[in-house]
């Protein structure tokens, strides 16, 4: 059998994957200036180019003309494999149960949140802050894939592998019913600014190990985010009965009393 030789561009791309993971790049964090890269790489800017066209195609990173190259969040297929698998059907009939995960996740949060608070780790601490700053991204996508990164990393560092797992597979159950509401709060200016206030709470309180202080702050933010959720598929659907209305006949002898 021929064994065709690697391609050059292939190489690099499993370099940059590397050094994401050497970095620990989170979800929404950007990548190096192209020119950097390809210093820090010792390779052409063209082959890097292709590299990371490569990553793209294959989700790890997205690209954003003019804004740069960033990481994407990348999650295993947890629902398989964990507890919450029957609620796939559910939300696949009806998908007015992802309100009740919503109200799940105010238990699991709350706690995950407590216990990070308490068993954080140096470690932990850094990844967190890592990850509430890249929240602070412009792209609406970037920024609502790093807001759910930094959710799971306060269940990782809660150290309790249930949780982590229930928290897991919540999000992987939200990802396609929730992502576009998600977004959608990123592009309002004040809600914006909202959930940025409250994610630094919740990170305070977890960075100098108030636990009652992280409880309380995630149970304010999770609060804020079903409300403000369900006020745009409100919205949403409001704006769809609007267009089913008949509209007045063309003809104003039709229009009269």
Request: charged content about 25%; hydrophobic content about 40%.
């Amino acid at each position: 059998m021929i064994v065709m030789p690697r391609r050059l561009s292939d190489e690099i791309a499993s370099r940059v994957r590397a050094l994401i993971e050497e970095q620990q790049l989170e979800a929404g964090m950007k990548l190096p200036a192209e020119r950097q890269l390809a210093s820090q790489l010792g390779v052409s800017r063209n082959s890097l180019r292709e590299a990371l066209a490569t990553l793209v195609s294959e989700g790890v990173l997205l690209s954003r003309r003019g804004g740069g190259t960033f990481v994407r969040w990348q999650h295993e297929d947890w629902s398989g494999q964990n507890i919450v698998q029957p609620l796939k059907t559910l939300m696949e009939n009806d998908p007015d149960y992802s309100f009740d995960i919503l109200e799940a996740r105010h238990a699991i949060e709350t706690s995950t949140a407590w216990h990070a608070a308490m068993r954080a780790t140096p470690a932990d601490k850094e990844k967190l802050k890592a990850c509430f700053e890249a929240t602070h991204s412009s792209d609406p996508d970037i920024a609502s894939q790093a807001d759910v990164r930094f959710h799971l990393a306060i269940a990782e560092a809660s150290h309790n592998v249930v949780l982590l797992q229930t928290m897991r597979g919540f999000f992987d159950l939200l990802q396609s019913s929730v992502k576009q509401s998600r977004q959608r709060m990123y592009l309002v200016p004040p809600v914006f600014a909202k959930l940025t206030e409250q994610h630094e709470a919740v990170l305070n309180a977890i960075l100098v190990g108030d636990a009652e202080a992280a409880r309380t702050a995630m149970m304010a933010h999770l609060g804020f985010v079903h409300t403000t959720i369900k006020r745009f598929d409100e919205d949403q659907a409001r704006q769809a009965r609007i267009t089913r209305l008949p509209g007045e006949s063309a003809d104003p002898r039709e229009n009269k009393a």
